[in-house]
């Protein structure tokens, strides 16, 4: 044989063997995505869902949840929102598919979708699933369930955590902490009263709005006891008599008519942040921009804290 056949044979036989190794690797990573592939959650219901592969087509009846999803960087799954999702840009320019409460079943049916995330108190959830769509029901409404809310669904669309969940939630955090340092330190033991709702409902200490108020240094007159969001007796908030009001009505009723009201001493001495439609969708959302809230609370503190 001769010599250059020889290293031609040779030659053959490193490519043949190359090649081998390289299709081994290529069949055990391939079988390994295959298995990374099928994820587990358990929603807010405690039902829990697999999902063989990342969903696609995604309908969210929830605004704080279409923001998550736009927080992972996966906007573009999105196909249609509910009637309130106004963030991002890209969100605000889908199809509309109703409320969360009532959400048009025809709209979202003709949408597609392989998800549909909703509240765990949206009424057709049963009537989705019943026509055989994956429904996932979360509602966040402390700052670990909405860290749980980042998790779980970064677990569902196959993101990365160090590229979704865990990258956004430190700038959540880091972004609370920005404003509680950027407080004077008069504003330390506040007491504030923030109304989510007229009823008056309030954000307790139990909430993700309370807790964003216990890290800027402030005290929340409505106790953990009552639940994260109670309906009061405006006669409470009378005899707590808060230092500073918070007004997050979406709706911008006029909130200090209630009766006894013109008591107050933060009314008197107009120590009430009435916060207006953009600011009151971010402040009422437990989802990525809670950073942007806790600006907008540590503002109306540093204004209005006696």
């Not at 587990?40 to 704080?64: C, M, N, W």
């Not at 809310?149 to 955590?161: E, F």
Request: hydrophobic share 40%; proline share 7%.
């Amino acid at each position: 044989m001769s010599e250059s056949h020889w290293r031609k044979r040779t030659i053959s036989a490193q490519v043949a063997k190359a090649v081998a190794r390289a299709l081994t690797i290529a069949a055990l990573c391939g079988a390994a995505v295959t298995s990374a592939q099928a994820v587990q959650i358990t929603d807010d219901r405690g039902k829990t869902i697999e999902f063989k592969t990342a969903p696609q087509r995604i309908v969210s009846l929830l605004p704080s949840l279409t923001e998550t999803v736009c927080a992972l960087q996966q906007c573009e799954r999105l196909v249609g929102v509910d009637r309130y999702s106004n963030w991002p840009e890209f969100a605000e320019k889908l199809p509309k598919v109703g409320g969360g409460i009532d959400p048009n079943i025809e709209a979202v049916v003709a949408l597609k979708p392989d998800l549909i995330l909703m509240s765990t108190s949206a009424r057709a959830r049963d009537r989705f699933e019943a026509l055989g769509y994956t429904v996932v029901a979360l509602e966040p409404r402390r700052l670990t369930d909405a860290e749980r809310v980042l998790n779980t669904l970064g677990d569902i669309l196959h993101v990365p955590p160090e590229q979704g969940a865990k990258r956004a939630w430190r700038e959540i955090e880091a972004g609370v902490e920005a404003a509680r340092q950027s407080l004077p330190a008069r504003v330390k033991g506040t007491r504030v009263y923030f109304e989510v709702s007229r009823g008056p409902y309030a954000a307790g200490e139990k909430s993700f709005m309370g807790e964003i108020l216990k890290r800027l240094g402030a005290r929340n007159v409505v106790p953990e006891a009552l639940g994260p969001f109670p309906r009061l007796n405006p006669e409470f908030i009378v005899r707590a008599n808060p230092d500073v009001i918070m007004i997050g009505n979406r709706s911008m009723q006029d909130a200090v008519n209630y009766p006894g009201w013109h008591t107050l001493k933060a009314v008197r001495e107009k120590r009430v942040c009435a916060f207006d439609v953009a600011e009151s969708d971010v402040l009422v959302r437990p989802g990525p921009r809670m950073a942007e809230a806790a600006r907008i609370m540590a503002r109306c503190l540093s204004e209005k804290a006696p």
